[in-house]
């Protein structure tokens, strides 16, 4: 695999550590600011939100200019939010930076998948989009439990101030790594708009949507569900979230590595799987050795779908894929936005912290629906593409076809 994909998992790196991070910090960043830990997830809401519309606004803005040169100037404004989250005097203004960070978040992803398909050949495109993704979720493993630490120990603050130095040498392995890659030609923002007329992208962006929007329903509260429900130390959110961050990258390579030859069953086993392990924490989560096995298995689950996904909306959005596939990556945080809220809401009526997790199971099972619809279509399709035509069946076939074999 090329070099280059090292730059762009660097600066995944970075991203997947100021996105996951917050969870494991809400309940010091609430008491900091005078906030609730429902209104503090505020925060990740307010990340997705900004990835969602972000992505394709970003995008569309950067088709002036290289992908390389596009790719620099989202690392820079990845860096300016973090830097506004960690000096942040008021709820408000870590909302702000939070937002400011998350309108890189989108566009990099999207625009990185395009990159990292293009450098390798095209039956390893999956593999090379799931090698730039493994950046985000090795973040879960070191970066998050790391960031979890510093802002347990020393402050919230100091962690978003590190994350801000991932952010500087995310840019560094993008300028010096990445291939300038020139545009395809003719490609212009209308082809891009294009492609979303596309019933398997907009199917593609769906799935993504409900089944990761599973992931962070639970993942969002996950803190507090494991102290208050689970009983767990305050210290041991540190270690679980590596734990979660395992799961990631291990799910990241299966899905990678089988999206390439069996797409849409790796997709049913694991959105089937994902639904299944969060109908269970509801109601298991006190108990301790479930609720490792559980966060392990959210996040692998999750993973799993993420290159299969993105892969999808990238064969379906042939020739003008660069908005298609960050409008994705946005879809991966409308999920969450509208996850984490229906979690709030759930908590904030008194049904404890374990019902979030009921709602994921909830919507992780309902991504199941356009995944059987994508499915069917694309064996009609299959079929459609078999089936001989009149002028190549019966006799008037034949005699075609005879003519054809003996036409200079």
Do not use: C
């Not at 997947?16 to 991070?21: H, I, Q």
């Not at 398997?200 to 599973?214: H, Y």
């Not at 299969?308 to 909306?313: C, D, E």
């Not at 909830?362 to 593409?385: E, F, N, T, Y």
């Amino acid at each position: 695999m090329p070099l280059a994909l090292l730059a762009l998992a660097i600066g995944a790196f970075g991203i997947g550590t100021t996105e996951f991070v917050i969870m494991g910090l809400l309940p010091q960043v609430g008491a900091d600011l005078g906030v609730s830990v429902p209104t503090a997830g505020y925060l990740v809401t307010g990340y997705a939100l900004g990835v969602m519309i972000g992505a394709p606004i970003m995008t569309a803005l950067g088709t002036k200019i290289s992908r390389k040169n596009m790719l620099m100037l989202l690392m820079g404004l990845f860096i300016l939010g973090n830097v506004i989250s960690a000096i942040a005097p008021a709820f408000a203004v870590m909302l702000i930076g939070r937002v400011v960070a998350s309108l890189a978040h989108g566009a990099f992803f999207g625009i990185g998948s395009v990159v990292a398909a293009e450098l390798v050949a095209p039956q390893k495109k999956a593999a090379a989009i799931s090698l730039m993704f493994t950046g985000l979720t090795v973040a879960n493993v070191v970066g998050v439990p790391m960031g979890t630490f510093v802002g347990h120990t020393v402050g919230w603050r100091v962690t978003f101030l590190i994350v801000a130095a991932l952010g500087v040498l995310g840019l560094a392995g993008v300028a010096k790594l990445v291939p300038d890659l020139p545009k395809p030609p003719g490609v212009q923002l209308r082809h891009e708009i294009a492609a979303f007329r596309n019933t398997q992208v907009v199917l593609a962006m769906t799935m993504t949507v409900l089944g990761f929007g599973g992931v962070f329903a639970a993942i969002t509260y996950i803190a507090p569900i494991l102290t208050e429900v689970g009983n767990f130390a305050e210290s041991s959110v540190t270690w679980l979230m590596a734990v979660f961050g395992m799961g990631m990258v291990a799910g990241n390579l299966i899905g990678g590595h089988f999206a390439d030859r069996k797409l849409m069953p790796m997709l049913y086993t694991a959105l089937a799987g994902l639904a299944l392990i969060l109908a269970l924490f509801t109601f298991l989560a006190s108990d301790k050795a479930m609720s490792v096995a559980a966060v392990f298995l959210i996040g692998a689950l999750g993973f799993a779908t993420v290159p299969p996904l993105q892969k999808h909306v990238l064969d379906h959005a042939h020739g003008a894929p660069t908005l298609a596939s960050a409008a994705n990556i946005g879809a991966f945080n409308l999920g969450n936005a509208l996850a984490a809220w229906l979690g709030g809401l759930v908590i904030s009526a008194g049904l404890g912290y374990t019902a979030a997790s009921a709602v994921g199971a909830i919507l992780a099972a309902s991504a199941l629906v356009p995944a059987v619809v994508s499915h069917r279509l694309q064996r009609r399709s299959a079929r459609a593409a078999t089936v001989p035509t009149p002028a190549h069946t019966g006799l008037g076939g034949a005699t075609r076809a005879t003519a054809d074999a003996v036409r200079p």
